[in-house]
C-alpha cells in the first residue's frame, strides 16, 4: 500500500499516479516536474463539501485556500466544485479574476494589504474582505467612501490557541503578526470602532490557527472560544456575526508515521461545538467558513526528479542528487518538512539505503530530505518525492536562475500540462540593461 490511494505501481513497475505512468510522463515533459491529479483534487473538495452538507445543513461555504497552489487550472477546478476562495495578494486575486471565478465567493485575506490591493479588491466586486487591523480599517473605510461602495468585512482574530505544529506555521496565538486578540481587548475595540464606521458592514470574525494540524481540540477550542466573542459582540455591540471562519489548517500524511484525522469527522464535531455552544449563548448558530489548502492539494501532487549523481562518503553519508531542490520545494530548509522518496521506475523495491537527497542550487543547505530510505540508486534514475501538491509551486523560487518546472495535472488518466516549464527568456523578460 503506497502513501495515497492515487499512487500504485504497474506491470513494469513504475509508480503510477491517477493511472498514468511516472517515468513515461518524465520522459515526455522533462524533470523536474510537477504532477498533480485533478480526480484526487475534485474529491477532496467534495469530502468537505459533503460533509457540510450532511452535519450543517450546507449553512457555510468552503474556501479553497489558494496560496497552497494557484494557477488558473486551479481556480477554474476550485470554482467547479462549488467552493469559494481565499486569496491574500493582489497576484492571487488577479489569478482567480483571470479564471473567471466568482468574486463574491472570494474572501481576500492578508495582515498588510496594500492601498492598491484593496481597490483592486473594491473594483472587482471581492465578496468578503478579512480585516488584519485598525490601520487597515480605516484605509478600507476611506476607499470605500471615496470609491462609493460599502465592503463587507470579517476581522481576523487571534483566539489564543496553541495549535501543535511548527513555530512558522503556527498563528493563533497572542505573539503573532496576524489580528488581534481578544485577550487584550483589541479585537473587541476594533469590531467596535467598525460598528460605527458608514462603508463597512461587519459580518463575520475569522481565525486561523496554523497548518499541518492533526489534532482535533485545538479546533473544537477556538470554535468555542470565537463563539463565546461573537455572543459577547452581540450583546454589548448589537452586532451580529453571521459568518465564522475557522480557517484551514487540517493536516495530511507526508509519511506513513503522520495520521490524519478525517476531514468528515473533523466537520462533523465542529458542527456540533458550534451548535451547542451558540445555543448556550443564546445566538443563532453562524454560518460555518472553512478555508483548507493543503487537505485539498497536498496528497494530490508529486515531484519528479532525475538522479544525476550519487556520491558515497565512506562511514559519512551517501548523497543522491537530483536535478531540483530547494528552488521547487523549500519546505526542508524552512520546517524541517519530511516526505517520502521513491524511485519512480523501481517503485517496489526495498527502501534499504539510508540517503540524503540532495538539490542543484548552490548552497550546501539545499537538501530535500536527511537521512530517508530509498533503494539502491543510480545515476537516470527518476526519483519521485510524495505529497507535494501544496505550497510546493507555489513556494518555488528562481534562485540560482533556475526555470521553475511544469504542472502536468491528470484528469482520468489524460495528463496535461497546466503550466508550461519555465524557460531562459522567460528568466530575464524583466531585465533591463
Ligand atoms: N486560511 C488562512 C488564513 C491561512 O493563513 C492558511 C494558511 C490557510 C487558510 C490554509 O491552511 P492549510 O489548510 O493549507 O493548512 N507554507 C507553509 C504553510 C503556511 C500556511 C499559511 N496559511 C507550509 O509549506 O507548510
Do not use: W
Not at 180 to 198: L, Q, R
Not at 356 to 379: F, N
Amino acid at each position: 500500500m503506497l502513501l495515497h490511494k492515487n499512487l500504485s505501481t504497474n506491470e513494469k513497475n513504475h509508480l503510477t499516479i491517477g493511472g498514468c505512468d511516472t517515468v513515461e510522463l518524465a520522459k515526455n515533459y522533462g524533470t523536474p516536474l510537477y504532477v498533480m491529479d485533478e480526480n484526487l483534487i475534485r474529491e477532496n473538495c467534495r469530502v468537505y463539501k459533503n460533509a457540510l452538507d450532511k452535519y450543517y445543513g450546507g449553512n457555510g461555504l468552503i474556501l479553497y485556500a489558494s496560496k497552497t497552489f494557484c494557477t488558473l487550472a486551479m481556480c477554474r477546478i476550485a470554482k467547479e466544485e462549488g467552493m469559494g476562495l481565499d486569496v491574500v495578494s493582489g497576484g492571487e486575486l488577479y489569478t482567480a479574476f483571470k479564471a473567471d471565478f466568482p468574486m463574491e465567493k472570494v474572501y481576500f485575506h492578508g495582515n498588510n494589504k496594500t492601498e492598491d490591493e484593496l481597490r483592486q479588491a473594491l473594483s472587482l466586486g471581492v465578496g468578503k474582505i478579512v480585516v488584519d487591523n485598525i490601520f487597515e480599517l480605516e484605509l478600507l473605510n476611506n476607499l470605500c467612501r471615496e470609491m462609493g461602495k460599502k465592503a463587507d468585512i470579517l476581522f481576523r482574530i487571534k483566539p489564543g490557541i496553541d495549535a501543535h505544529t511548527h513555530d512558522f506555521i503556527m498563528t493563533g496565538q497572542i505573539d503573532s503578526k496576524f489580528g488581534t486578540a481578544i485577550e487584550t481587548g483589541e479585537a473587541f475595540e476594533i469590531v467596535k470602532t467598525a460598528s460605527e464606521m458608514d462603508y463597512v458592514n461587519v459580518v463575520g470574525i475569522h481565525c486561523h490557527i496554523g497548518s499541518q494540524i492533526f489534532d482535533i481540540a485545538p479546533f473544537k477550542s477556538a470554535a468555542q472560544v470565537m463563539l463565546e466573542f461573537a455572543a459577547r459582540l452581540k450583546n454589548e455591540l448589537g452586532v451580529i456575526i453571521d459568518e465564522l471562519n475557522l480557517g484551514g489548517g487540517f493536516g495530511i500524511r507526508y509519511v506513513e508515521s503522520d495520521d490524519p484525522v478525517s476531514y468528515d469527522e473533523y466537520i462533523r464535531i465542529v458542527s456540533e461545538v458550534f451548535k451547542e455552544t451558540s445555543h448556550k449563548f443564546g445566538i443563532n448558530t453562524p454560518k460555518v467558513i472553512m478555508e483548507p489548502g493543503r487537505s485539498i492539494v497536498g496528497a494530490a501532487g508529486i515531484t519528479l526528479y532525475k538522479i544525476g549523481a550519487v556520491k558515497k562518503i565512506p562511514d559519512i553519508r551517501t548523497y543522491v542528487t537530483v536535478d531540483g531542490g530547494m528552488a521547487d520545494n523549500p519546505r526542508y530548509i524552512l520546517y524541517d518538512a519530511e516526505y517520502e522518496f521513491m524511485l519512480a521506475n523501481n517503485a517496489s523495491a526495498a527502501k534499504d539505503q539510508r540517503v540524503t537527497i540532495a538539490g542543484k542550487c548552490c548552497e550546501s543547505g539545499d537538501i530535500l530530505g536527511k537521512d530517508v530510505l530509498l533503494p539502491e540508486s543510480k545515476v537516470g534514475d527518476i526519483m519521485a518525492v510524495l505529497s507535494t501538491g501544496a505550497y510546493n509551486y507555489s513556494m518555488s523560487s528562481n534562485y540560482n536562475r533556475i526555470p521553475r518546472p511544469a504542472v502536468v495535472m491528470i484528469k482520468d488518466g489524460e495528463p496535461r500540462v497546466i503550466v508550461r516549464r519555465e524557460t531562459y527568456e522567460d528568466l530575464i523578460k524583466n531585465d533591463l540593461l
